[in-house]
Protein backbone atom coordinates (compact mmCIF):
# COMPACT_ATOMS: atom_id res chain seq x y z
CA UNK A 1 0.00 0.00 0.00
CA UNK A 2 1.25 3.53 0.24
CA UNK A 3 3.26 4.97 2.68
CA UNK A 4 5.42 7.61 3.45
CA UNK A 5 8.85 7.64 4.90
CA UNK A 6 10.25 10.48 7.25
CA UNK A 7 13.57 11.57 9.12
CA UNK A 8 14.00 10.05 12.43
CA UNK A 9 14.18 11.95 15.03
CA UNK A 10 14.82 13.84 17.23
CA UNK A 11 16.49 16.62 15.73
CA UNK A 12 18.25 19.10 18.50
CA UNK A 13 19.01 22.34 16.72
CA UNK A 14 20.53 25.62 18.16
CA UNK A 15 18.47 28.60 17.82
CA UNK A 16 18.85 29.91 14.36
CA UNK A 17 20.06 27.17 12.61
CA UNK A 18 18.88 25.72 9.39
CA UNK A 19 16.34 23.02 9.16
CA UNK A 20 15.44 20.34 6.99
CA UNK A 21 13.35 17.30 7.67
CA UNK A 22 13.47 14.92 4.84
CA UNK A 23 9.74 13.12 3.48
CA UNK A 24 9.46 10.59 0.80
CA UNK A 25 6.26 9.36 0.09
CA UNK A 26 5.08 6.63 -2.95
CA UNK A 27 4.63 7.11 -5.76
CA UNK A 28 1.57 5.71 -6.36
CA UNK A 29 -0.90 8.14 -8.33
CA UNK A 30 -1.02 11.80 -7.85
CA UNK A 31 -1.15 12.42 -4.34
CA UNK A 32 -1.58 15.97 -2.55
CA UNK A 33 1.10 16.47 -0.09
CA UNK A 34 0.80 18.06 3.65
CA UNK A 35 2.86 18.42 6.74
CA UNK A 36 1.14 18.55 9.97
CA UNK A 37 2.76 19.72 13.14
CA UNK A 38 1.91 19.38 16.88
CA UNK A 39 2.92 21.35 19.56
CA UNK A 40 3.29 20.00 23.30
CA UNK A 41 -0.12 19.24 24.65
CA UNK A 42 -1.98 20.00 21.86
CA UNK A 43 -3.60 18.88 19.09
CA UNK A 44 -2.34 18.50 14.95
CA UNK A 45 -2.14 21.72 13.04
CA UNK A 46 -1.82 21.96 9.51
CA UNK A 47 1.10 23.69 8.60
CA UNK A 48 1.41 23.88 4.88
CA UNK A 49 0.28 21.92 1.51
CA UNK A 50 0.91 21.45 -2.11
CA UNK A 51 -1.41 20.03 -4.56
CA UNK A 52 0.87 19.48 -7.37
CA UNK A 53 4.46 18.91 -9.22
CA UNK A 54 6.52 21.60 -8.44
CA UNK A 55 4.27 23.75 -6.13
CA UNK A 56 6.10 25.40 -3.14
CA UNK A 57 3.58 25.44 0.30
CA UNK A 58 4.92 28.07 3.10
CA UNK A 59 3.74 29.35 6.27
CA UNK A 60 5.16 30.57 9.20
CA UNK A 61 8.79 30.72 7.34
CA UNK A 62 8.61 26.83 6.70
CA UNK A 63 8.70 25.76 3.14
CA UNK A 64 7.68 22.38 1.15
CA UNK A 65 7.97 22.21 -2.52
CA UNK A 66 6.43 19.02 -4.05
CA UNK A 67 9.18 17.30 -6.04
CA UNK A 68 7.43 14.43 -8.16
CA UNK A 69 10.41 12.94 -9.71
CA UNK A 70 11.82 12.61 -6.62
CA UNK A 71 8.76 11.42 -4.99
CA UNK A 72 9.66 13.64 -1.61
CA UNK A 73 8.19 16.91 0.15
CA UNK A 74 11.16 17.81 2.53
CA UNK A 75 10.14 20.48 4.88
CA UNK A 76 12.90 23.58 5.49
CA UNK A 77 13.26 26.53 7.52
CA UNK A 78 16.20 28.72 7.12
CA UNK A 79 16.26 29.92 11.13
CA UNK A 80 14.59 28.04 13.61
CA UNK A 81 13.32 29.28 16.57
CA UNK A 82 12.90 28.06 19.99
CA UNK A 83 9.21 27.98 19.67
CA UNK A 84 9.21 25.66 16.73
CA UNK A 85 10.10 22.87 18.97
CA UNK A 86 7.29 20.32 18.18
CA UNK A 87 6.75 17.13 16.60
CA UNK A 88 6.09 17.64 12.48
CA UNK A 89 4.52 14.86 10.40
CA UNK A 90 4.41 14.81 6.84
CA UNK A 91 1.01 13.27 5.42
CA UNK A 92 -0.09 12.66 1.24
CA UNK A 93 -3.61 12.33 0.76
CA UNK A 94 -3.85 10.06 -2.57
CA UNK A 95 -7.47 9.80 -3.18
CA UNK A 96 -9.75 13.23 -2.95
CA UNK A 97 -11.67 13.23 0.46
CA UNK A 98 -9.54 10.40 1.23
CA UNK A 99 -7.56 9.72 4.33
CA UNK A 100 -4.13 11.15 4.98
CA UNK A 101 -1.42 8.29 5.79
CA UNK A 102 0.78 9.69 8.25
CA UNK A 103 4.83 9.25 8.68
CA UNK A 104 6.33 8.46 12.07
CA UNK A 105 6.78 12.13 12.63
CA UNK A 106 9.61 13.98 13.66
CA UNK A 107 10.43 15.29 16.92
CA UNK A 108 12.17 18.82 16.83
CA UNK A 109 14.04 19.89 19.61
CA UNK A 110 15.27 23.74 19.34
CA UNK A 111 17.82 24.77 22.04
CA UNK A 112 18.48 28.91 23.08
CA UNK B 1 -15.50 29.83 14.25
CA UNK B 2 -15.08 27.24 16.60
CA UNK B 3 -12.76 24.28 15.45
CA UNK B 4 -13.57 20.47 15.61
CA UNK B 5 -14.36 19.42 19.58
CA UNK B 6 -14.01 16.08 21.00
CA UNK B 7 -15.36 14.56 23.99
CA UNK B 8 -14.04 13.25 26.67
CA UNK B 9 -11.06 14.48 26.55
CA UNK B 10 -9.42 11.65 28.99
CA UNK B 11 -10.78 8.64 29.65
CA UNK B 12 -9.78 5.70 31.68
CA UNK B 13 -11.55 2.78 31.95
CA UNK B 14 -10.91 -1.00 33.10
CA UNK B 15 -10.26 -3.91 30.51
CA UNK B 16 -13.66 -5.05 29.22
CA UNK B 17 -15.99 -2.15 29.46
CA UNK B 18 -17.41 -0.47 26.52
CA UNK B 19 -16.55 3.16 25.54
CA UNK B 20 -17.45 6.06 23.47
CA UNK B 21 -16.57 9.07 21.96
CA UNK B 22 -17.99 12.10 20.71
CA UNK B 23 -16.65 14.22 17.55
CA UNK B 24 -18.64 17.55 16.86
CA UNK B 25 -17.05 19.06 13.20
CA UNK B 26 -16.67 22.10 11.93
CA UNK B 27 -20.14 23.40 11.11
CA UNK B 28 -20.00 23.42 7.23
CA UNK B 29 -17.75 20.02 6.86
CA UNK B 30 -19.38 17.21 5.20
CA UNK B 31 -16.73 14.94 5.66
CA UNK B 32 -15.64 13.36 9.32
CA UNK B 33 -12.22 11.37 9.99
CA UNK B 34 -11.16 9.31 12.94
CA UNK B 35 -7.91 8.36 13.48
CA UNK B 36 -5.67 6.68 15.70
CA UNK B 37 -2.60 7.59 17.40
CA UNK B 38 -0.36 5.88 19.68
CA UNK B 39 2.79 6.99 21.37
CA UNK B 40 5.78 8.07 19.43
CA UNK B 41 3.74 7.12 16.33
CA UNK B 42 1.96 8.93 13.60
CA UNK B 43 -2.23 8.68 13.59
CA UNK B 44 -3.50 6.16 11.86
CA UNK B 45 -6.93 6.10 9.86
CA UNK B 46 -9.65 4.18 11.14
CA UNK B 47 -12.68 5.21 9.12
CA UNK B 48 -14.47 8.37 7.44
CA UNK B 49 -18.01 9.64 6.58
CA UNK B 50 -19.63 11.59 3.91
CA UNK B 51 -22.53 13.24 5.27
CA UNK B 52 -24.04 10.02 7.01
CA UNK B 53 -22.54 7.30 5.14
CA UNK B 54 -19.70 5.38 6.41
CA UNK B 55 -17.52 5.51 2.94
CA UNK B 56 -14.51 3.71 4.17
CA UNK B 57 -12.76 1.81 6.55
CA UNK B 58 -9.58 0.54 7.91
CA UNK B 59 -8.68 -2.91 8.57
CA UNK B 60 -7.67 -1.62 12.05
CA UNK B 61 -11.25 -1.16 12.75
CA UNK B 62 -11.86 -4.78 14.10
CA UNK B 63 -15.97 -5.61 14.86
CA UNK B 64 -15.69 -4.33 18.33
CA UNK B 65 -15.35 -0.78 16.95
CA UNK B 66 -18.12 1.13 15.68
CA UNK B 67 -18.92 4.65 14.07
CA UNK B 68 -21.79 6.31 13.44
CA UNK B 69 -23.05 9.83 11.86
CA UNK B 70 -26.61 9.46 11.83
CA UNK B 71 -27.42 12.94 10.88
CA UNK B 72 -24.39 13.71 9.39
CA UNK B 73 -23.27 16.41 12.27
CA UNK B 74 -21.81 14.81 15.27
CA UNK B 75 -19.82 11.45 15.14
CA UNK B 76 -19.74 8.51 17.68
CA UNK B 77 -17.23 5.96 18.02
CA UNK B 78 -17.90 3.18 20.32
CA UNK B 79 -15.54 0.49 21.42
CA UNK B 80 -17.20 -2.51 23.43
CA UNK B 81 -14.80 -4.71 25.46
CA UNK B 82 -12.18 -3.03 25.40
CA UNK B 83 -8.25 -4.14 25.43
CA UNK B 84 -5.06 -3.02 26.88
CA UNK B 85 -3.87 -2.44 23.25
CA UNK B 86 -6.73 0.11 23.02
CA UNK B 87 -5.38 2.57 24.79
CA UNK B 88 -4.16 5.43 22.37
CA UNK B 89 -5.41 8.93 21.16
CA UNK B 90 -8.26 8.91 19.37
CA UNK B 91 -8.16 11.90 16.67
CA UNK B 92 -11.47 13.18 15.14
CA UNK B 93 -10.76 15.77 11.77
CA UNK B 94 -13.31 16.91 9.85
CA UNK B 95 -12.79 19.08 5.98
CA UNK B 96 -15.16 20.26 3.40
CA UNK B 97 -15.83 18.61 0.37
CA UNK B 98 -14.79 19.89 -3.30
CA UNK B 99 -11.54 20.43 -4.34
CA UNK B 100 -8.19 19.01 -4.41
CA UNK B 101 -6.38 19.12 -1.68
CA UNK B 102 -8.79 19.75 1.28
CA UNK B 103 -7.97 20.77 4.15
CA UNK B 104 -8.58 18.53 7.88
CA UNK B 105 -8.90 19.86 10.66
CA UNK B 106 -8.01 17.67 13.64
CA UNK B 107 -10.01 18.17 17.15
CA UNK B 108 -7.33 17.78 20.64
CA UNK B 109 -8.53 13.88 20.40
CA UNK B 110 -9.49 11.95 23.70
CA UNK B 111 -6.59 9.93 25.22
CA UNK B 112 -7.90 6.48 26.34
CA UNK B 113 -5.84 4.28 28.74
CA UNK B 114 -7.75 0.83 28.95
CA UNK B 115 -6.39 -1.07 32.68
Known amino acids: GNSVTQMEGPVTLSEEAFLTINCTYTATGYPSLFWYVQYPGEGLQLLLKATKADDKGSNKGFEATYRKETTSFHLEKGSVQVSDSAVYFCAPIYNQGGKLIFGQGTELSVKP | DTGVSQDPRHKITKRGQNVTFRCDPISEHNRLYWYRQTLGQGPEFLTYFQNEAQLEKSRLLSDRFSAERPKGSFSTLEIQRTEQGDSAMYLC?????????????FGPGTRLLVL
Open chain 2, 93 to 105: ASSFSGTRGETQY
